[in-house]
């Protein structure tokens, strides 16, 4: 009976070894498999990258007792992964994340290609340029210094999903386990808008039916605290032409006589907005009352006004809203690009045949995508304009019959969506995350970015709430993303108080 006895203290005391692990030991370990995750490219718009990070996350949750299944789609399978809660009658948290990322244009990568993870630092040089420096091996305490992991998909939106594992990992070692069920579905396509999501959770909601939703994505508040964001924006995108000459003509032939198409596009475009930036528009902000309480909420949020225009580089906002924050409660209306002729060495004396432009609107719960596009199109005619439909040029007709020729055509991908914080899903996170930092959380109302989660929200009648993780300077979208490792070791404490606060 003394080796079986001896067998079973051996193991006791393995078990209690591992258990003595702590959850900052356990992060700093789990840098080197995350970088193995980076490593993976991960463009949903290039056929077969997305597949090799889907088997890597059913791998990764299925050691850790997950079940995994795909769910089809009209594009790439969501993948949603379940673990049960000892009691049946439990709630159920639908955790949401996104494995893919950005298209990557490895010209513009300083430190090293997007898919090969490096550390180092970035600062601001006093010309207001952005310096990178590697660096070679870890600080001592890397969950206090300055140091960030470069790579694409390194903050928007692997992160998360890896410090999820890390606070799983130490819960478990802990001897805990959530109250609750534990579902997380993976989208692999919310860079590429998430065409099809909302079929897909139509299709599959009895198997997404919860009763909370934490949406893990976007960056904390600007101050680099824990932050809770009641709600996103959506988004609507158009593209607009104004028709000049069939051909691009002589400007010194034709000049003050064929009528320029890019002149037209600006004065159009100077006709959506006043000075202060405000859309006029009729009716493009109806519907929108900010309350006393909710003017003061936003007044709360800690933002450094100064700051942030120093980082960004000008003097004076728009006059939408008193606030920042209260600017993120109105549909915006956004030139993303323009192009027309050709300019730099380029440049020739031309009049344009035609001047494009791309926009987007943000979205708020109180406005309809589809809604504002026609207002938009609608203001086009007011301005004289006839619409041509999009994917065709006028015809010889309609040239010689309208003096003001455009197409426009534009599509409503997600709308915006909203959570009272104070709500259940909300009050218990702030509890959570109370708990964790001794200290309450910022409270945002809306998020300026667009995440898919309306038709989650919609079809399952789910109260969502945005949990961020990542530094808000991590350059997501855009060359050279990172994530603080500071934020990365605190990413991982926020997880493990959320998993461990009971519901």
């Not at 594009?75 to 673990?83: A, M, P, Q």
């Not at 606070?167 to 959530?178: F, H, N, Y």
């Not at 299709?203 to 600007?222: F, M, Q, S, Y």
């Amino acid at each position: 009976m003394r080796f079986p006895l001896f067998l079973l203290l051996l193991t006791l005391l393995c078990t209690s070894v591992r258990a003595q692990k702590g959850l900052h030991q356990r992060t700093l370990e789990s840098l080197e498999p995350y970088q193995q995750f980076l490593s993976l490219p991960n463009d949903a718009r290039i056929d077969g990258q997305l597949e090799p990070n889907l088997v890597w996350l059913e791998k990764e949750f299925g050691k850790r007792g997950f079940t995994s299944q795909r769910l089809p789609n009209a594009g790439i399978d969501l993948l949603l992964l379940s673990y049960p809660a000892a009691d049946p009658a439990a709630e159920t948290v639908l955790f949401y994340g996104h494995v893919d990322g950005q298209a990557v244009d490895v010209t513009k990568w300083v430190l090293s290609p997007p898919f090969q993870p490096v550390y180092g630092r970035m600062h601001a040089a006093a010309d207001g340029s952005v310096n990178y420096t590697k660096v070679d091996q870890l600080p001592t305490d890397p969950a206090n210094s300055d140091v960030r992991l470069f790579a694409r998909a390194s903050s928007d939106a692997k992160a998360p999903i890896m410090l999820f594992l890390v606070a799983w990992d130490q819960l478990i070692a802990d001897g805990k386990r959530p109250n609750y069920h534990v579902k997380f579905i993976v989208d692999p396509m919310e860079e590429a808008s998430s065409p099809d999501l909302p079929g897909a959770v139509a299709t599959h909601r009895e198997a997404l039916a919860a009763d909370h939703l934490i949406i893990l994505d976007g960056p904390v508040h600007t101050t680099n605290q824990p932050t809770l964001v009641g709600g996103a924006r959506g988004i609507a995108t158009a593209r607009l032409t104004v028709y000049g000459p069939k051909l691009p003509q002589h400007s010194g032939h034709y000049g003050n006589y064929a009528p320029n198409p890019a002149l037209r596009l600006a004065q159009l475009l100077a006709s959506m907005k006043n000075d202060a930036g405000r859309v006029t528009i009729p009716g493009f902000y109806d519907g929108i009352e900010l309350d006393d309480a909710t003017r003061a909420m936003l007044a709360a949020v800690p933002d450094d006004l100064p700051r942030i225009h120093g980082q960004i580089g000008f003097s004076q906002p728009d006059g939408v809203g008193g606030n920042l924050q209260e600017a993120l409660q109105y549909p915006s209306l956004n030139i993303r690009g323009m192009r027309s002729g050709w300019v730099g060495q380029a440049a020739r004396t031309i009049i344009p045949a035609t001047a494009v432009v791309n926009v987007d609107l943000r979205l708020v719960k109180e406005s309809d995508g589809d809604r504002l596009l026609e207002l938009v199109r609608g203001h086009l005619r007011a301005q004289g304009y006839h619409i041509v439909p999009e994917g065709r040029e006028p015809t010889n007709e309609e040239r010689a019959k309208y003096p003001r020729l455009a197409s426009f055509g534009g599509k409503t991908s997600y709308a915006a969506f909203r959570t009272d914080l104070n709500g259940p899903t909300g009050s218990w996170l702030q509890r959570a995350l109370k708990n964790t930092f001794d200290q309450d959380p910022v409270l945002l109302r809306t998020m300026g970015g667009s995440v898919p989660i309306a038709p989650f929200i919609n079809v399952l009648n789910v109260p969502a709430v945005v949990l961020p993780l990542v530094n808000p300077d991590n350059n997501q979208h855009s060359p050279n993303e990172n994530i603080l490792l500071k934020n990365y070791f605190r990413g991982a404490e926020t997880l493990y108080g959320v998993l461990a606060e009971r519901l």
